[in-house]
């Protein structure tokens, strides 16, 4: 399949922000740009410009591979065969590209200062729609863990007993293992050799428990305003401030499966199963509401259930039935990967000075990228020097005009200086 596109602005998809921000753990990026993963049975490549995302799909056959299912048939897949080519819906399904991004970002940031002020420089972070039963493999891999760890467990997962779908450039691709796949008795002691640790113990016994399930199980747990692919929505219910009642109860079947905490159920609320007011709660949004929301103080002191739950409540109460996607641009906001996006500075500096008897304005602005290494800062300083001259006027009314003469443009890297007699002011 060629390359196709769809008309999706930076500012309403960015992929290298959505598929790097922890929702997803199996999207690889290549050195020209371009992020693929399998899923549903074929090989999904995606990239893109300012203007539009480009995607594209090879299914088996196009690549060569040995004869695989059609799909990795989770709980939420068909497991029909792919009689016609659906990759266009599912791309737009998958990356959650019918809400208007831009109207939720005004909307959030109209009801608070803090995500005002952090959001424009994270614009275009989506909540993904993910598989719930890959939601929830990938947020129990996710306890005490990093997103690289992460991201190589589940590597390691489908490559052992996922189904290979196909290669590109020489490099293979897994799809998901549906839950049987993980139910034999030499799978949780194949999966600490894997370097799983206490986690493949609860993989195995999750995998049992979704398993001895009705075959839907988990997609019952859904949003029904957010249906798998090919469903038609259906209204949730009302709003309450502790959530609607499904993605109550939602979160209180989850629980009750191994390695699922309140934490780990929210995720796979949020990104397996489209209940948008799931506000997951880790180390990162703790720090985040101690710091910037008043939390940390008096009965809220430490990370209690009492505490969890009011944090969520209070997310909500801001943002609304969509609160874990606001919550989500915070979190991506506290990312480590993302940290000199909010350690940027521009500053200006003018000076006047007189040339053969005329005022010339010479305008220097500095783009100031500021990165800790190892406990090490560095910065990175994009100077570009703007030299404005009086132009003469051709006009009776004899309007003073001026002309861009010159712009010179370099990059300085190492320790920061500011020097002596100019003044500096940030933009606002």
């Known amino acids: 399949m060629s390359w196709r596109r769809l008309p999706v602005s930076l500012t309403e998809l960015c992929l290298d922000t959505t598929l790097r921000c922890g929702q997803s753990f199996r999207w690889r990026k290549s050195e020209d740009n371009i992020w693929s993963c399998a899923l549903h049975g074929r090989v999904i490549s995606l990239r893109q410009d300012a203007a539009h995302l480009y995607y594209r799909a090879l299914f088996p056959e196009a690549l060569n591979a040995p004869p695989t299912p059609p799909s990795s048939a989770p709980p939420s897949a068909d497991g029909t065969a792919i009689e016609i080519d659906d990759t266009k819906e599912l791309v737009y399904h998958y990356l959650n590209l019918e809400p208007n991004l831009t109207e939720l970002y005004e909307q959030w940031s109209s009801a608070d200062h803090n995500f005002e002020k952090k959001a424009p420089r994270f614009a275009g972070v989506r909540i993904l729609r993910q598989d719930a039963w890959e939601a929830l493999v990938g947020f129990i891999c996710s306890s005490n863990n990093n997103i690289i760890r992460i991201s190589q467990m589940m590597e390691k997962l489908c490559v052992h007993y996922g189904p290979l779908i196909g290669h590109i450039d020489s490099r293979p691709y897994y799809d998901m293992p549906s839950p049987t796949r993980l139910t034999g008795l030499k799978v949780e ?126 997310f909500r109460t801001l943002w609304g039935k969509e609160a874990g996607w606001a919550h989500s641009v915070l979190f991506t906001a506290d990312l480590r990967a993302f940290s000199e996006r909010l350690s940027s500075k521009i500053e200006i500096e003018e000076e006047i000075k007189e040339e053969d008897g005329a005022s010339v304005m010479s305008s220097s602005v500095t783009n100031i990228q500021i990165k800790e290494e190892d406990g090490v800062s560095f910065s990175s300083e994009t100077i570009t020097k703007v030299e404005l001259l009086p132009s003469r006027s051709v006009k009776r009314e004899l309007i003073e005009e001026t002309s861009l003469n010159r712009v010179d443009e370099y990059t300085v890297h190492g320790k920061r200086k500011r020097r002596k007699g100019t003044t500096s002011r940030p933009i606002r």
């Open 189 to 314: 002691a194949h999966l600490r050799e894997l370097g799983f640790g206490y986690r493949a113990k609860y993989l195995y016994q999750t995998a049992n428990m979704v398993t001895q399930q009705d075959a839907r199980w988990l997609d019952s747990l859904r949003n029904p305003e957010s249906p798998i692919l090919g469903h038609a929505k259906s209204r949730a219910g009302d709003m309450l401030p502790g959530g609607r009642e499904g993605y109550r109860k939602a979160h209180t079947q989850l629980l009750a499966l191994q390695g699922v905490g309140p934490k780990v159920a929210d995720c796979v609320c949020l990104m397996g199963l489209g209940w948008g007011e799931a506000v997951p709660v880790d180390t990162h949004v703790w720090q985040i509401a101690q710091r910037d929301y008043k939390f940390g103080k008096g009965k809220h002191r430490s990370l209690t259930k009492l505490t969890y739950d009011a944090i969520g409540d209070h």
